[in-house]
């Protein structure tokens, strides 16, 4: 598995590139600022790009979705609830920037898909609570968690359609049952494992 982390934007969103080492597919995670450097990456590692996938639809995860797409031709992906947002400069929060954001979504995910890269997949887990269409990819070994789970600590639940009570339950019922050896990747921060989630995260003990 091909896997790196790229910090991008002013808010330091962690964009990810997931590739398939056999067929040399890869899909780009949260593209949350200029993405040159993805791109650079991506041509010098040889790597074309099937998806662009949001965890959810705040400006600093999907600043870049447009660029990048211009690029690689690939699909924008994000559920369904989110799916809105893009289109709606003040729900991503990118009117307060000076820089309104307007995009639409090619792929809508819900709950159980199954996003193919190459001989990978990434299942999407709907886990609202920071946005109503937060999304966690579990794929063998890891998760992509976006904004719900961060490494001892979790999203923010004050934007417009948060809920505190909405994203302790989705952690406690999609994530925490993960195995614990299961690498959280978030998208901000160092990385993690559910067992240390469990753990030490003040937001989930007790």
Known sequence: ??????????????????????????????????????????????YKVTSIINTHGHIDHIAGNEQLKAVTNAPICIHSADAG???????NLSAFTGMPIKQVADRILEEGDIIKVGNIELEVLHTPGHTPGGICLKTEGLVFTGDTLFAGSIGRTDFPGGS??????????????????????????????????????????G
Request: glycine share 10%.
């Open 1 to 46: 598995m091909y896997l790196k982390k790229i910090e991008l934007g002013p808010f330091a969103a962690n964009c990810y590139i997931i590739g398939c080492e056999d067929t040399k597919e890869a899909a780009v995670i949260d593209p949350g600022g200029n993405p040159s450097p993805v791109i650079e990456l991506l041509k010098k590692d040889g």
């Open 164 to 205: 505190y009570r909405q994203i302790i339950q989705s952690i406690k019922e999609k994530l925490l049952v993960l195995d614990g050896d299961t690498k959280v990747l978030p998208g901000h921060g160092p990385d993690s494992t559910i067992q240390v989630e469990k753990i030490f995260n003040p937001f989930l003990i």
């Open 85 to 91: 947002m893009l289109g709606n400069s003040r729900s």
